[in-house]
């Protein structure tokens, strides 16, 4: 809370120069672009300075997950219809709480969960008797990955996930892009985008839960659209339709399959696309 107190401040700022537009002074893009000098919001977070900041980040981030719908995850979406020999390789992964969610229910696969090199070291001195458990046993392994950057040829035709990271964290259509152009090399057996859907298109959601969701949507939309808003005035970036989605997941080579929208979530969904052959 005294984090959200600390950025008020700055909002005159942003608003003045908002103002003096006309005025032919840059505009910030965002709030945060004020809050952090043009750095971007990892590199802020991942400073020095800010060491203690992302350790209770990552924490938030993991509560906020599951808050969000994790616990219905293995119901909502067909994890046990995935082989067991593809191993889930969950991108900007945080510190496992998906893996934590799923291994319950999914005691046969294994996760390899990728983030940033703090967020790793978090992950790996983690107390929690379970998760440490599934590391000794190599159900899960943290590893250092740049979402940027090409995977690792070993985890070519691996299921990728990635959630809350496209839409959250103020990604833009080209860095978006890029993020899908750079897991595509790795032909994903199938990749699964978890993240907010504003206004569900109901005819193309999966048939099972299209009623259900239908009882929830305006709940739903309400939770989307709100982040919507937060990820435009905080980060310059922006939640999704599923139009939209789909362009995108299409010009990084993938085809959206199916969506399977997430119970008690504010409009997420698991969007399930594979690679299209040639591209
Ligand atoms: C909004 S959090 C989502 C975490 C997790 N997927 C979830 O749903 O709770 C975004 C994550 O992406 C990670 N991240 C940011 N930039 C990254 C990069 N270039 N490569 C890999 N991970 C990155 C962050 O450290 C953070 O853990």
Not at 227 to 243: C, F, I, P, W
């Amino acid at each position: 809370m005294h984090e959200g107190r600390a950025a008020i401040p700055f909002f005159p700022e942003l608003v003045s120069k908002k103002i003096s537009e006309s005025s032919s002074q840059p505009t910030p893009s965002s709030a945060f672009s004020i809050y952090s000098n043009g750095q971007s919001f990892y590199e802020w977070l991942h400073s020095p300075p800010q060491v203690e900041r992302n350790v209770n980040f990552n924490l938030a981030m993991r509560s906020v997950a599951q808050t969000e719908g994790l616990a219905f995850l293995p119901v909502d979406y067909p994890f046990n219809a995935l082989p067991v020999n593809k191993v889930i390789v969950d991108v900007g992964g945080g510190i496992g709480a998906l893996p934590a969610a799923l291994l319950p229910s999914l005691p046969d696969h294994s996760f390899i969960v990728q983030d940033l090199a703090p967020v790793v070291s978090q992950a790996n001195s983690t107390e929690d008797p379970c998760m440490r458990d599934w590391i000794m046993k190599g159900k899960v392994r943290f590893c250092i990955q740049d979402f940027f950057a090409p995977q690792p040829p070993e985890l070519n035709g691996a299921v990728f996930v990635i959630k809350n990271v496209i839409n959250r964290h103020n990604y833009g259509d080209s860095e978006a892009l890029n993020i899908l152009l750079s897991l595509r090399k790795s032909t994903p057996y199938r990749l699964l985008l978890i993240d907010r859907l504003v206004i569900p298109q109901l005819g193309k959601i999966h048939k099972v839960q299209a009623t259900e969701i239908a009882g929830n949507a305006a709940g739903s939309q309400r939770g989307a659209t709100l982040y919507d808003l937060v990820m435009a005035s905080l980060h310059g970036g922006k939640n999704r339709t599923l139009e939209e989605w789909s362009r995108l997941l299409v010009l990084g080579g993938f085809r959206l399959e199916s969506v399977f929208p997430l119970r008690a979530s504010t409009g997420q969904a698991v969007i399930e696309a594979t690679c299209i052959e040639g591209s």
